[in-house]
C-alpha cells in the first residue's frame, strides 16, 4: 500500500468531519453577484439558501455557510433587479463549493432568465472531446458528457461581452479556461450554440502545482523515475478522474474536489513493476494530502 502523509491540519479537519448527528451533510457556498447590462458588482444584494441568508457588500461577494448539499436553488433578490433563482447542482458536502460569478438582470431590461446555451469542450492540439469537464456559467455548474457536450438554461438574456468572462471551464491535466462569449445571449428560440471551447494542456511540461493530491512513486533500483501512470478514480463510482504520468523526478499531482478517491501507480517498464493501489480522503481542497509509493 502507499504510504500516506496527512498534515497535522488535514487529519484535525478529517476529525472533526467525522460523525455528525445524522442529517444531510452540510456544505458551504460562494459567488459573487454582477449586473448583465454594466459587468459591475451588486451590492446590497440578498442571497439565500433555505433560511440562510447573506447580503453583499460593494465587492458583491457572498459567503453562505452550513446549508444543506441537497439544497435545489439560491435566491438572488435586490432593489432594482428582477429575482433570480438559481439551480443547485452537485454541492459537495463539507467543502465550499465556488459559483463563481453570476449576472442578474436590472428590473428595466426587457429580457428575463430564459437563455439557453450549449457547446463542446475539447482539447487545444488535437480538437478531441474532453468528457468530464466542469464547465461554470453565470452561477450555473455542469459537467460536459462522454462527448464532451454540455447545455445549460436559465441564463439571463442580455449575457455576454467579449471583454469579460462570464464562466471558466476546469478539467484535471488542462490549464483552467475562462468562458467569453463574443455575442449577447438571446432568447429561445434559437439556443445559444457557444461552439466548441478549446482547453490547454499545460505549456512546457507538468507544473509543479497547484495540487492538493500529490506525491512521488519511487521504482526500486532505479534513478530515472519516470513513465509511471498514476490514476486518480472516484472510490464510490469508479469512475476515472484522471492520471498523471511521471517525470524523472516520480513527482505527480491532482487539483480535485473534496472526496473518496482510489490512486493506482503502474508502470509497466522495462523492467515491469507491482502496481500498487490506495485510498485517499480529500476534506479540504486547500489542505494537500501526500501520497508516496515505492514500487
Known amino acids: 500500500m502507499f504510504k500516506l502523509g496527512l498534515s497535522v491540519t488535514a487529519c484535525a479537519i478529517l476529525t472533526a468531519c467525522g460523525g455528525g448527528g445524522g442529517g444531510t451533510p452540510p456544505a458551504d457556498v460562494t459567488g459573487r453577484i454582477l449586473v448583465v447590462s454594466s459587468g459591475s458588482t451588486l451590492a ?16 458583491g461577494v457572498f459567503t453562505l455557510r452550513g446549508i444543506s448539499s441537497t439544497a435545489p436553488s439560491l435566491t438572488v433578490t435586490a432593489t432594482g433587479i428582477k ?11 463539507n467543502s465550499l463549493n465556488d459559483l463563481g460569478d453570476i449576472y442578474v438582470l436590472n428590473a428595466t431590461d426587457t429580457g428575463t432568465y430564459t437563455a439557453t ?10 480538437l478531441a472531446a474532453v468528457p468530464g469537464a466542469k464547465v461554470k456559467l453565470s452561477g450555473q455548474v455542469t459537467t460536459a458528457d462522454s462527448t464532451g457536450h454540455f447545455a445549460f438554461t436559465g441564463l439571463p438574456v442580455g449575457l455576454g461581452t467579449a471583454i469579460q468572462p462570464v464562466g471558466l471551464v476546469t ?5 483552467d479556461k475562462p468562458i467569453q462569449l463574443d455575442f449577447p445571449l ?19 511540461g507538468i507544473p509543479s502545482g497547484p495540487f492538493n493530491i500529490k506525491g512521488k512513486i519511487s521504482l526500486t533500483g532505479q534513478t530515472d523515475l519516470s513513465g509511471t ?11 476515472l478522474i484522471g492520471t498523471f504520468t ?8 491532482f487539483w480535485v474536489i473534496a472526496g473518496h ?15 500498487k493501489t490506495a485510498d485517499v480522503v480529500l476534506v479540504n481542497i486547500n489542505v494537500p494530502i501526500v501520497t508516496n509509493a515505492t514500487l
Open 83 to 93: 429575482p433570480l433563482t438559481l439551480p443547485l447542482t452537485g454541492l459537495k458536502a
Open 246 to 253: 511521471t517525470l524523472a523526478d516520480g513527482n505527480y499531482g
Open 186 to 204: 438571446v432568447a429561445p428560440p434559437p439556443d445559444n450554440n457557444l461552439g466548441q471551447i478549446q482547453i490547454s494542456p499545460p505549456v512546457g
Open 117 to 126: 446555451a450549449s457547446g463542446q469542450i475539447v482539447r487545444s492540439d488535437t
Open 171 to 175: 478539467a484535471t491535466g488542462f490549464e
Open 44 to 59: 446590497g444584494a440578498s442571497v439565500a439558501v433555505g433560511g440562510t441568508t447573506f447580503t453583499t457588500l460593494t465587492d
Open 229 to 239: 501512470v498514476v490514476t486518480l478514480n472516484d472510490k464510490a463510482t469508479g469512475n
Open 261 to 275: 478517491y482510489t490512486i493506482t501507480a503502474t508502470h509497466t517498464g522495462p523492467p515491469a513493476f507491482t502496481p
